[in-house]
């Protein structure tokens, strides 16, 4: 659903279970299965959810591209 997020985390080396923790380290607490659900667009990503992925990867893409939806 977020091509440029899944390419992004893949690239940098980055696991849902790695996440899930660097998340967590942030105060928000997340399941593997949960970040499955909303990288896929089964549920929604919040913008602070958003905001410290983007500063977990290290991304330099803004929040827009970086979570643009694929287009069908």
Same mark, same amino acid.
């Given at each position: 659903?977020?091509?440029?997020?899944?390419? *992004?985390?893949? !690239?940098? =080396?980055? #696991?849902?279970?790695?996440?899930?923790?660097?998340?967590?380290?942030?105060?928000?607490? !997340? &399941?593997?299965? #949960?970040?499955?659900?909303?990288?896929? =667009?089964?549920?929604?990503? &919040?913008?602070? *959810?958003?905001?410290?992925?983007? %500063?977990?990867? =290290? #991304? %330099?893409?803004?929040?827009?591209?970086?979570?643009? %939806?694929? %287009?069908?």
């Amino acid at each position: 659903m977020y091509p440029n997020w899944n390419a *992004e985390y893949a !690239r940098k =080396g980055f #696991t849902l279970n790695q996440l899930a923790d660097e998340l967590e380290k942030r105060g928000i607490k !997340r &399941t593997v299965a #949960t970040l499955s659900l909303k990288f896929i =667009g089964k549920a929604p990503i &919040t913008l602070k *959810e958003a905001k410290a992925l983007k %500063e977990i990867v =290290g #991304t %330099e893409l803004s929040l827009d591209v970086l979570f643009k %939806e694929a %287009e069908s």
